[in-house]
C-alpha cells in the first residue's frame, strides 16, 4: 500500500469524523489490507496475539447497525433514544465497519501466573483501531470510533458466526467524509509541559 503523508501528519489527521459517504476512495481489497495489517502487528502481552476483526461492507455494514438501532430502541428511554438514533442513522450511512475483537482465552493462560497484576479488562482493540483508522484516513477515508457492545453483541455473533471467546471491543466505522472532521472546528489542545515529563536528557 501506498500513504499520502507521512505517520506524524496521519496521527494529526485522524479525527473523528461522522458525516460519511457509503463510498470509498480505495478498493475493498486495499481496506481490508489496512485492517489486517493492523491486527497482524497489535501489540499484545507475551505476544499472545488476541486482536481479531470483522471487516463488514455494504449491506452487511448496514446490518450490523440495523442491529445497533434495535439495541438502542430496546435499552434506552425515548429521550436518549431522540439523540442517539440519529448517530446510529450516520454510521449506517456509511461504506463499512471493522468490528474489533479481543480473543479472551488467549490471554487466559497468562492469568494468575505471569500476567499478575494485569487486570485483563484493560486489554482492549485500541492498537489495532488507532493503527487502522490512521492508515485509513491516509488514504483518503474518514472514520469514527464507536463502542456499542453489548447491547449488539449476541446479534453480532449469530449473525456472522463469531466465535465465544472472542469479544466484542469497537467498532471502526469507515466512509468518504463529506467535509472536514467536526465540520471544520479546530481541535483545541491543552498545554503540552504538564504532559510530558522528560529526565535524564
Known sequence: MSYTMSFLEATKARRSTVALTNTSPISDDTIVNIVGHAVKHAPSPF?????????????????????GKESVM????????????????????????????????????????????????????TDMASSAWTALCAEGLGCNLQHYQPGISPAVQ???????????????????????????????????????????Q
Open 47 to 67: 505476544h499472545v496475539q488476541s486482536c481479531r476483526a470483522i471487516v463488514l461492507f455494504k449491506e452487511e455494514h448496514k446490518k450490523l447497525w440495523d442491529f
Open 74 to 125: 430496546a435499552t434506552m428511554p425515548p429521550p436518549m433514544q431522540a439523540t442517539i438514533l440519529p448517530k446510529v442513522a450516520e454510521y449506517r450511512a456509511a461504506y463499512g465497519t471493522a468490528v474489533g475483537y479481543e480473543h479472551s482465552s488467549g490471554m487466559a493462560q497468562f492469568i494468575g501466573e505471569s500476567m499478575v497484576g494485569c487486570d485483563p479488562r484493560s486489554l482492549r482493540t
Open 158 to 200: 449469530k449473525e456472522w458466526n463469531v466465535p465465544a471467546e472472542w469479544s466484542l471491543r469497537a467498532q471502526l466505522v469507515f466512509g468518504t467524509p463529506t467535509g472536514p472532521p467536526r465540520g471544520g472546528v479546530d481541535k483545541k489542545f491543552a498545554p503540552l509541559e504538564p504532559r510530558l515529563k522528560v529526565y535524564g
